[in-house]
Protein backbone atom coordinates (compact mmCIF):
# COMPACT_ATOMS: atom_id res chain seq x y z
CA UNK A 1 0.00 0.00 0.00
CA UNK A 2 1.17 3.63 0.09
CA UNK A 3 -0.44 6.91 0.53
CA UNK A 4 -4.11 6.94 0.24
CA UNK A 5 -5.82 9.09 -2.65
CA UNK A 6 -7.05 11.85 -0.95
CA UNK A 7 -10.74 12.83 -0.94
CA UNK A 8 -11.34 16.17 -0.01
CA UNK A 9 -14.74 18.25 0.61
CA UNK A 10 -14.56 21.82 -0.92
CA UNK A 11 -16.50 24.82 0.88
CA UNK A 12 -17.25 27.74 -0.78
CA UNK A 13 -17.40 30.61 2.01
CA UNK A 14 -19.08 33.88 1.28
CA UNK A 15 -19.08 36.16 4.14
CA UNK A 16 -19.31 33.57 6.89
CA UNK A 17 -21.22 31.29 5.37
CA UNK A 18 -20.91 28.48 2.82
CA UNK A 19 -22.34 28.68 -0.59
CA UNK A 20 -22.05 26.46 -3.80
CA UNK A 21 -22.52 28.07 -6.73
CA UNK A 22 -23.36 26.32 -10.46
CA UNK A 23 -20.60 27.85 -12.63
CA UNK A 24 -20.30 30.81 -9.90
CA UNK A 25 -23.84 32.12 -10.36
CA UNK A 26 -27.05 31.63 -8.52
CA UNK A 27 -25.20 30.84 -4.93
CA UNK A 28 -27.19 28.83 -2.53
CA UNK A 29 -26.52 28.82 1.14
CA UNK A 30 -25.75 25.31 2.05
CA UNK A 31 -25.09 26.53 6.02
CA UNK A 32 -22.57 27.29 8.55
CA UNK A 33 -18.52 26.44 7.77
CA UNK A 34 -17.50 25.20 11.04
CA UNK A 35 -20.49 23.37 11.42
CA UNK A 36 -20.07 21.66 8.51
CA UNK A 37 -16.45 20.85 8.88
CA UNK A 38 -17.28 19.70 12.13
CA UNK A 39 -19.33 16.82 9.98
CA UNK A 40 -16.62 16.53 7.28
CA UNK A 41 -14.25 16.00 10.33
CA UNK A 42 -16.53 13.40 11.32
CA UNK A 43 -17.36 11.49 8.61
CA UNK A 44 -13.81 11.04 7.64
CA UNK A 45 -12.82 13.53 4.94
CA UNK A 46 -9.20 13.26 4.20
CA UNK A 47 -8.79 16.89 4.42
CA UNK A 48 -11.18 19.97 3.96
CA UNK A 49 -10.71 23.09 1.80
CA UNK A 50 -12.27 26.51 2.16
CA UNK A 51 -12.88 28.17 -1.10
CA UNK A 52 -13.42 31.83 0.14
CA UNK A 53 -15.36 33.82 -2.66
CA UNK A 54 -16.07 36.97 -0.09
CA UNK A 55 -15.83 40.45 -2.65
CA UNK A 56 -15.42 42.68 0.40
CA UNK A 57 -12.50 43.29 3.18
CA UNK A 58 -14.98 42.39 5.63
CA UNK A 59 -15.46 39.24 4.22
CA UNK A 60 -11.74 38.97 4.04
CA UNK A 61 -11.84 39.07 7.67
CA UNK A 62 -14.45 36.98 8.62
CA UNK A 63 -12.70 34.27 6.91
CA UNK A 64 -9.40 34.17 9.67
CA UNK A 65 -12.01 33.89 11.93
CA UNK A 66 -14.09 31.10 10.59
CA UNK A 67 -10.33 29.63 10.07
CA UNK A 68 -9.96 29.71 13.81
CA UNK A 69 -12.76 28.01 14.68
CA UNK A 70 -12.56 25.72 12.43
CA UNK A 71 -8.98 25.11 13.30
CA UNK A 72 -10.10 24.68 17.23
CA UNK A 73 -12.59 21.64 16.59
CA UNK A 74 -11.58 19.79 13.73
CA UNK A 75 -8.44 17.79 13.32
CA UNK A 76 -7.98 17.16 9.62
CA UNK A 77 -5.67 19.28 6.89
CA UNK A 78 -7.38 22.59 6.19
CA UNK A 79 -6.39 24.12 2.89
CA UNK A 80 -8.01 27.57 2.55
CA UNK A 81 -7.77 29.52 -0.90
CA UNK A 82 -9.40 32.44 -2.27
CA UNK A 83 -8.08 36.20 -2.32
CA UNK A 84 -4.85 35.18 -1.26
CA UNK A 85 -2.86 38.11 -2.34
CA UNK A 86 0.27 38.60 -0.77
CA UNK A 87 3.22 36.37 1.81
CA UNK A 88 1.50 38.25 4.45
CA UNK A 89 -1.75 37.17 3.41
CA UNK A 90 -0.83 33.56 3.73
CA UNK A 91 0.50 33.82 6.79
CA UNK A 92 -2.41 35.23 8.14
CA UNK A 93 -4.76 32.34 7.34
CA UNK A 94 -1.59 29.88 8.02
CA UNK A 95 -1.24 31.01 12.16
CA UNK A 96 -5.17 31.34 12.35
CA UNK A 97 -5.02 27.59 11.64
CA UNK A 98 -5.04 26.62 8.08
CA UNK A 99 -2.22 23.90 7.17
CA UNK A 100 -2.04 24.98 3.87
CA UNK A 101 -2.97 27.96 1.33
CA UNK A 102 -3.52 28.35 -2.16
CA UNK A 103 -2.78 31.03 -4.40
CA UNK A 104 -4.69 31.34 -7.27
CA UNK A 105 -4.44 35.11 -9.25
CA UNK A 106 -1.92 36.29 -7.42
CA UNK A 107 0.14 33.55 -8.90
CA UNK A 108 -1.34 34.64 -12.00
CA UNK A 109 0.51 38.45 -11.79
CA UNK A 110 2.90 37.49 -9.87
CA UNK A 111 4.66 33.96 -10.13
CA UNK A 112 7.32 34.35 -7.70
CA UNK A 113 4.71 34.63 -4.90
CA UNK A 114 4.74 31.14 -4.96
CA UNK A 115 8.77 30.57 -4.08
CA UNK A 116 8.17 33.83 -1.51
CA UNK A 117 5.62 31.72 0.52
CA UNK A 118 7.58 28.61 0.10
CA UNK A 119 10.86 29.92 1.26
CA UNK A 120 8.94 31.59 3.69
CA UNK A 121 6.66 29.11 5.19
CA UNK A 122 7.75 25.83 3.33
CA UNK A 123 6.53 24.45 0.29
CA UNK A 124 4.22 21.70 1.94
CA UNK A 125 1.78 24.76 2.80
CA UNK A 126 2.30 26.47 -0.30
CA UNK A 127 -0.73 25.44 -2.61
CA UNK A 128 -0.57 26.49 -6.41
CA UNK A 129 -4.13 26.90 -7.62
CA UNK A 130 -4.61 26.54 -11.46
CA UNK A 131 -8.07 27.73 -13.13
CA UNK A 132 -8.02 26.59 -16.39
CA UNK A 133 -10.33 26.59 -19.43
CA UNK A 134 -10.15 24.99 -22.96
CA UNK A 135 -9.51 26.93 -25.73
CA UNK A 136 -8.49 23.82 -28.79
CA UNK A 137 -11.24 23.50 -31.11
CA UNK A 138 -12.82 20.09 -31.45
CA UNK A 139 -9.77 18.45 -33.22
CA UNK A 140 -6.98 19.76 -32.60
CA UNK A 141 -4.18 19.04 -29.62
CA UNK A 142 -5.66 20.16 -26.87
CA UNK A 143 -4.52 23.42 -24.90
CA UNK A 144 -5.88 24.92 -22.23
CA UNK A 145 -5.49 28.94 -20.64
CA UNK A 146 -5.59 30.29 -17.18
CA UNK A 147 -8.40 31.84 -16.36
CA UNK A 148 -9.08 34.48 -13.59
CA UNK A 149 -12.22 35.92 -11.70
CA UNK A 150 -13.93 32.83 -11.27
CA UNK A 151 -13.31 31.27 -14.96
CA UNK A 152 -14.83 34.76 -16.80
CA UNK A 153 -11.41 36.72 -17.54
CA UNK A 154 -8.70 34.59 -19.85
CA UNK A 155 -4.99 35.91 -19.40
CA UNK A 156 -3.88 34.04 -22.70
CA UNK A 157 -1.14 32.11 -20.12
CA UNK A 158 -0.82 28.42 -21.48
CA UNK A 159 -2.68 26.07 -18.41
CA UNK A 160 0.48 23.43 -18.50
CA UNK A 161 3.51 25.73 -18.75
CA UNK A 162 1.88 27.73 -15.65
CA UNK A 163 1.43 24.76 -13.68
CA UNK A 164 4.85 23.55 -14.72
CA UNK A 165 6.59 26.85 -13.33
CA UNK A 166 4.44 26.97 -10.28
CA UNK A 167 5.66 23.70 -9.19
CA UNK A 168 9.41 24.66 -9.79
CA UNK A 169 9.33 27.72 -8.24
CA UNK A 170 8.17 25.78 -4.64
CA UNK A 171 4.60 24.88 -4.85
CA UNK A 172 4.30 21.92 -3.10
CA UNK A 173 0.43 20.62 -4.27
CA UNK A 174 -1.42 21.72 -7.45
CA UNK A 175 -5.11 22.23 -7.74
CA UNK A 176 -6.10 22.17 -10.75
CA UNK A 177 -9.94 23.02 -11.36
CA UNK A 178 -11.38 23.10 -15.06
CA UNK A 179 -14.06 26.17 -15.20
CA UNK A 180 -15.32 24.37 -18.21
CA UNK A 181 -16.49 21.65 -15.69
CA UNK A 182 -16.96 23.11 -12.72
CA UNK A 183 -20.59 23.34 -11.36
CA UNK A 184 -21.97 21.42 -14.03
CA UNK A 185 -21.17 17.57 -12.35
CA UNK A 186 -19.99 16.49 -16.07
CA UNK A 187 -17.05 15.21 -14.78
CA UNK A 188 -13.04 16.23 -14.47
CA UNK A 189 -11.47 17.59 -17.33
CA UNK A 190 -9.30 14.33 -17.10
CA UNK A 191 -7.13 15.55 -20.21
CA UNK A 192 -6.12 18.72 -18.06
CA UNK A 193 -5.40 16.83 -15.17
CA UNK A 194 -3.41 13.95 -16.63
CA UNK A 195 -1.54 16.56 -18.93
CA UNK A 196 -0.30 18.60 -16.00
CA UNK A 197 0.54 15.52 -13.38
CA UNK A 198 2.81 13.70 -15.59
CA UNK A 199 4.75 16.85 -15.67
CA UNK A 200 5.15 17.38 -12.16
CA UNK A 201 6.86 15.39 -9.05
CA UNK A 202 4.13 17.37 -6.72
CA UNK A 203 0.74 15.92 -6.22
CA UNK A 204 -1.63 17.24 -8.16
CA UNK A 205 -5.49 17.44 -6.89
CA UNK A 206 -8.47 17.17 -9.61
CA UNK A 207 -11.29 19.75 -8.97
CA UNK A 208 -14.17 20.95 -11.11
CA UNK A 209 -17.44 18.94 -12.32
CA UNK A 210 -17.75 15.99 -10.00
CA UNK A 211 -21.50 14.80 -10.50
CA UNK A 212 -20.59 11.06 -9.64
CA UNK A 213 -18.54 8.42 -7.83
CA UNK A 214 -17.16 7.32 -11.10
CA UNK A 215 -15.69 10.84 -11.35
CA UNK A 216 -13.20 10.90 -8.81
CA UNK A 217 -12.55 7.22 -9.64
CA UNK A 218 -11.39 8.72 -13.00
CA UNK A 219 -10.03 11.36 -11.66
CA UNK A 220 -7.24 9.59 -10.38
CA UNK A 221 -7.41 6.41 -13.03
CA UNK A 222 -7.21 8.21 -16.25
CA UNK A 223 -6.08 11.92 -14.20
CA UNK A 224 -3.62 10.73 -12.43
CA UNK A 225 -4.47 12.97 -9.75
CA UNK A 226 -3.17 12.79 -5.88
CA UNK A 227 -6.70 14.01 -4.60
CA UNK A 228 -9.85 14.03 -5.89
CA UNK A 229 -11.46 17.58 -4.50
CA UNK A 230 -16.09 17.50 -5.30
CA UNK A 231 -18.23 20.14 -3.55
CA UNK A 232 -21.90 19.63 -4.63
CA UNK A 233 -22.08 15.52 -4.50
CA UNK A 234 -21.12 15.99 -0.85
CA UNK A 235 -23.03 19.14 0.48
CA UNK A 236 -26.62 18.20 -0.53
CA UNK A 237 -26.00 14.34 0.49
CA UNK A 238 -25.71 12.84 -2.25
CA UNK A 239 -23.16 10.95 -1.53
CA UNK A 240 -20.79 10.12 1.69
CA UNK A 241 -17.38 10.39 1.88
CA UNK A 242 -16.99 6.91 3.18
CA UNK A 243 -19.10 5.57 -0.08
CA UNK A 244 -16.15 8.10 -2.14
CA UNK A 245 -13.84 6.14 -0.10
CA UNK A 246 -15.74 2.37 -1.60
CA UNK A 247 -16.32 3.82 -4.55
CA UNK A 248 -11.87 4.24 -4.48
CA UNK A 249 -11.25 1.10 -3.29
CA UNK A 250 -13.54 -0.98 -5.45
CA UNK A 251 -11.58 0.37 -8.44
CA UNK A 252 -8.44 -0.56 -6.37
CA UNK A 253 -7.00 2.37 -5.79
CA UNK A 254 -5.55 2.90 -2.15
CA UNK A 255 -8.09 4.48 0.04
CA UNK A 256 -8.45 5.10 3.69
CA UNK A 257 -11.04 2.42 5.57
CA UNK A 258 -12.54 5.23 8.71
CA UNK A 259 -16.06 4.99 9.64
CA UNK A 260 -18.23 7.09 9.05
CA UNK B 1 -1.58 20.08 40.75
CA UNK B 2 -2.24 18.62 37.50
CA UNK B 3 0.70 17.28 35.04
CA UNK B 4 1.65 20.31 32.90
CA UNK B 5 2.91 19.76 29.11
CA UNK B 6 5.62 22.57 27.24
CA UNK B 7 4.28 23.33 24.13
CA UNK B 8 7.63 24.47 23.20
CA UNK B 9 7.38 28.02 20.94
CA UNK B 10 10.04 28.85 18.89
CA UNK B 11 8.73 30.21 16.00
CA UNK B 12 8.06 27.32 13.46
CA UNK B 13 4.01 26.90 12.87
CA UNK B 14 1.43 25.28 13.29
CA UNK B 15 1.29 25.67 17.02
CA UNK B 16 -1.71 26.47 17.11
CA UNK B 17 -3.29 23.14 15.60
CA UNK B 18 -1.07 21.17 18.14
CA UNK B 19 -2.05 23.83 21.19
CA UNK B 20 -5.70 22.53 19.84
CA UNK B 21 -5.41 18.77 19.74
CA UNK B 22 -3.58 18.80 23.21
CA UNK B 23 -6.08 20.37 24.91
CA UNK B 24 -8.99 18.21 23.33
CA UNK B 25 -7.57 15.03 24.96
CA UNK B 26 -7.51 16.95 28.51
CA UNK B 27 -3.89 18.37 28.74
CA UNK B 28 -3.03 21.71 30.62
CA UNK B 29 -0.80 23.26 28.16
CA UNK B 30 1.70 25.95 28.41
CA UNK B 31 2.70 27.12 25.23
CA UNK B 32 5.82 28.65 26.48
CA UNK B 33 9.38 30.36 24.70
CA UNK B 34 10.90 29.91 28.06
CA UNK B 35 13.88 27.04 29.21
CA UNK B 36 12.52 27.62 32.41
CA UNK B 37 9.30 26.48 31.78
CA UNK B 38 10.26 23.90 29.96
CA UNK B 39 12.72 22.78 32.59
CA UNK B 40 9.82 22.41 34.71
CA UNK B 41 7.21 21.00 32.89
CA UNK B 42 6.33 17.36 33.21
CA UNK B 43 5.81 16.58 29.38
CA UNK B 44 7.31 18.08 26.64
CA UNK B 45 6.18 18.78 22.84
CA UNK B 46 8.48 20.28 20.39
CA UNK B 47 6.18 20.72 16.83
CA UNK B 48 6.99 21.71 13.67
CA UNK B 49 6.89 22.80 10.21
CA UNK B 50 9.05 24.32 7.32
CA UNK B 51 12.65 23.93 6.66
CA UNK B 52 15.20 21.87 8.99
CA UNK B 53 17.19 24.63 8.94
CA UNK B 54 15.03 27.23 10.05
CA UNK B 55 13.36 25.60 12.66
CA UNK B 56 17.40 24.71 14.09
CA UNK B 57 17.51 28.36 13.84
CA UNK B 58 14.80 29.39 15.82
CA UNK B 59 15.03 27.05 18.85
CA UNK B 60 19.02 27.74 18.71
CA UNK B 61 18.21 31.46 18.76
CA UNK B 62 16.34 31.45 22.27
CA UNK B 63 19.29 30.95 24.73
CA UNK B 64 19.70 28.15 26.72
CA UNK B 65 16.60 26.31 25.02
CA UNK B 66 18.49 23.16 23.22
CA UNK B 67 20.45 22.39 26.22
CA UNK B 68 17.25 22.67 28.82
CA UNK B 69 15.46 20.22 26.02
CA UNK B 70 18.47 18.24 26.01
CA UNK B 71 18.88 17.69 30.04
CA UNK B 72 15.04 17.61 30.52
CA UNK B 73 14.57 14.96 27.98
CA UNK B 74 18.18 12.98 27.85
CA UNK B 75 18.66 13.04 31.67
CA UNK B 76 15.93 13.82 33.85
CA UNK B 77 14.01 11.57 31.21
CA UNK B 78 11.02 13.63 30.60
CA UNK B 79 8.09 12.42 28.14
CA UNK B 80 8.95 14.07 24.76
CA UNK B 81 7.25 14.14 21.43
CA UNK B 82 9.01 15.90 18.63
CA UNK B 83 6.26 16.38 15.31
CA UNK B 84 7.41 16.35 11.74
CA UNK B 85 10.33 18.94 11.67
CA UNK B 86 10.27 18.73 15.78
CA UNK B 87 10.71 14.75 15.28
CA UNK B 88 13.52 15.42 12.31
CA UNK B 89 15.42 17.33 14.78
CA UNK B 90 16.26 14.75 17.35
CA UNK B 91 18.56 13.84 14.18
CA UNK B 92 22.24 14.54 14.16
CA UNK B 93 22.05 16.02 10.60
CA UNK B 94 19.55 17.58 8.23
CA UNK B 95 20.34 17.88 4.92
CA UNK B 96 17.36 20.06 3.75
CA UNK B 97 19.11 23.64 2.40
CA UNK B 98 22.72 22.65 2.95
CA UNK B 99 24.05 20.33 5.63
CA UNK B 100 22.95 21.41 9.42
CA UNK B 101 23.63 20.37 12.56
CA UNK B 102 20.36 19.19 14.58
CA UNK B 103 19.53 18.31 18.08
CA UNK B 104 21.79 15.19 18.00
CA UNK B 105 19.69 12.75 19.92
CA UNK B 106 19.45 9.97 17.67
CA UNK B 107 22.36 8.73 15.12
CA UNK B 108 20.39 9.67 11.85
CA UNK B 109 20.37 11.91 8.66
CA UNK B 110 17.30 13.97 7.78
CA UNK B 111 17.87 13.06 3.98
CA UNK B 112 15.20 14.33 1.22
CA UNK B 113 12.84 11.84 -0.08
CA UNK B 114 12.99 10.88 -4.37
CA UNK B 115 10.48 12.27 -6.35
CA UNK B 116 9.07 10.48 -9.50
CA UNK B 117 6.04 11.06 -11.85
CA UNK B 118 4.53 8.00 -9.81
CA UNK B 119 6.05 8.81 -6.39
CA UNK B 120 5.09 12.43 -5.69
CA UNK B 121 6.85 14.58 -3.04
CA UNK B 122 6.19 16.05 -1.04
CA UNK B 123 4.57 13.18 0.50
CA UNK B 124 1.09 14.19 1.74
CA UNK B 125 -1.93 12.84 2.58
CA UNK B 126 -2.59 9.06 5.26
CA UNK B 127 -0.88 6.62 5.02
CA UNK B 128 -0.87 3.22 7.39
CA UNK B 129 1.78 3.82 10.09
CA UNK B 130 3.72 -0.08 10.48
CA UNK B 131 5.58 -0.25 14.26
CA UNK B 132 8.29 -2.06 13.42
CA UNK B 133 9.32 -3.99 16.76
CA UNK B 134 7.63 -4.57 20.24
CA UNK B 135 4.76 -2.44 21.48
CA UNK B 136 5.23 1.47 21.71
CA UNK B 137 2.72 4.23 22.48
CA UNK B 138 3.00 4.31 17.49
CA UNK B 139 0.35 1.74 16.85
CA UNK B 140 -1.01 0.23 13.30
CA UNK B 141 -2.64 3.34 11.20
CA UNK B 142 -3.49 5.34 9.08
CA UNK B 143 -2.15 9.20 9.52
CA UNK B 144 -1.59 12.12 8.05
CA UNK B 145 2.00 12.90 6.74
CA UNK B 146 2.80 15.97 5.00
CA UNK B 147 6.92 16.08 4.35
CA UNK B 148 9.22 15.72 1.56
CA UNK B 149 12.36 15.18 4.11
CA UNK B 150 12.59 12.16 5.83
CA UNK B 151 14.74 10.51 8.59
CA UNK B 152 17.33 7.74 7.63
CA UNK B 153 19.11 5.97 10.52
CA UNK B 154 22.79 6.43 11.02
CA UNK B 155 23.35 3.07 12.39
CA UNK B 156 21.40 0.08 11.65
CA UNK B 157 21.80 -1.82 14.99
CA UNK B 158 21.15 0.92 16.96
CA UNK B 159 18.03 2.07 14.66
CA UNK B 160 15.93 4.65 16.90
CA UNK B 161 13.05 3.94 13.99
CA UNK B 162 9.76 2.53 15.74
CA UNK B 163 7.87 2.89 13.03
CA UNK B 164 7.52 2.94 8.47
CA UNK B 165 5.45 3.80 6.55
CA UNK B 166 5.85 2.82 2.53
CA UNK B 167 5.84 6.03 0.02
CA UNK B 168 8.37 4.48 -3.38
CA UNK B 169 10.21 2.78 -0.21
CA UNK B 170 10.69 2.76 3.16
CA UNK B 171 10.00 5.87 5.07
CA UNK B 172 10.36 6.34 8.77
CA UNK B 173 7.15 7.53 10.28
CA UNK B 174 8.44 7.07 13.79
CA UNK B 175 11.75 7.14 15.83
CA UNK B 176 12.20 6.71 19.73
CA UNK B 177 15.44 7.05 22.20
CA UNK B 178 14.50 6.35 25.84
CA UNK B 179 11.88 9.03 26.45
CA UNK B 180 11.66 10.80 23.37
CA UNK B 181 9.53 9.79 20.85
CA UNK B 182 9.01 11.56 17.25
CA UNK B 183 6.50 11.28 14.59
CA UNK B 184 7.28 12.61 11.22
CA UNK B 185 3.25 12.39 10.86
CA UNK B 186 0.70 14.83 12.35
CA UNK B 187 -0.99 13.48 15.04
CA UNK B 188 -3.11 16.79 15.69
CA UNK B 189 -4.40 16.44 11.90
CA UNK B 190 -4.79 12.52 11.90
CA UNK B 191 -8.26 12.44 13.63
CA UNK B 192 -8.90 9.80 15.59
CA UNK B 193 -5.59 8.02 15.06
CA UNK B 194 -4.04 10.98 15.88
CA UNK B 195 -5.71 12.33 19.07
CA UNK B 196 -5.76 8.51 20.82
CA UNK B 197 -1.55 8.77 19.92
CA UNK B 198 -1.52 11.83 22.38
CA UNK B 199 -4.28 10.38 25.01
CA UNK B 200 -1.52 7.69 25.18
CA UNK B 201 1.44 10.12 24.92
CA UNK B 202 -0.06 11.96 27.83
CA UNK B 203 -0.66 8.69 30.16
CA UNK B 204 2.68 7.60 29.25
CA UNK B 205 5.58 6.70 31.62
CA UNK B 206 8.50 5.10 29.96
Not at chain 1, 28 to 38: C, I, L, M, N, Y
Not at chain 2, 73 to 79: A, F, I, M, N
Request: net charge negative; glycine share 10%; aromatic share 4%.
Amino acid sequence: MTVRVRVIPCLDVANGRVVKGVNFVDLKDAGDPVEQARAYDAAGADELCFLDISASHEGRGTLLDIVKRTAEVCFMPLTVGGGVGSVEDARALLLAGADKVAVNSAAVRRPEIMADIAQRMGSQCAVASVDARRVSAPGEPARWEIFTHGGRRETGIDAVAHAVRLAELGAGELLVTSMDGDGTQAGYDLELTRTIASNVDVPVVASGGVGTLDHLVAGVVEGRASAVLAASIFHFGKHSIAEAHQALRNAGLPAREVAG
Amino acid sequence: MAETVALIDYGAGNLHSVHNALQAVGAQVVVTDRPEDVARANRLVLPGVGSFKACMDGLTAIPDMAETLREAVLERRRPFLGICVGMQLMARFGLEHGRHDGLGWVEGTVAPLKPSREVKVPHMGWNMVEPTGPASLVERGEAYFLHSYAFEPGDDDLSPVCAVTTHGGRVTAAIQKDTALGVQFHPEKSQKYGLDLLTRFLAWKP
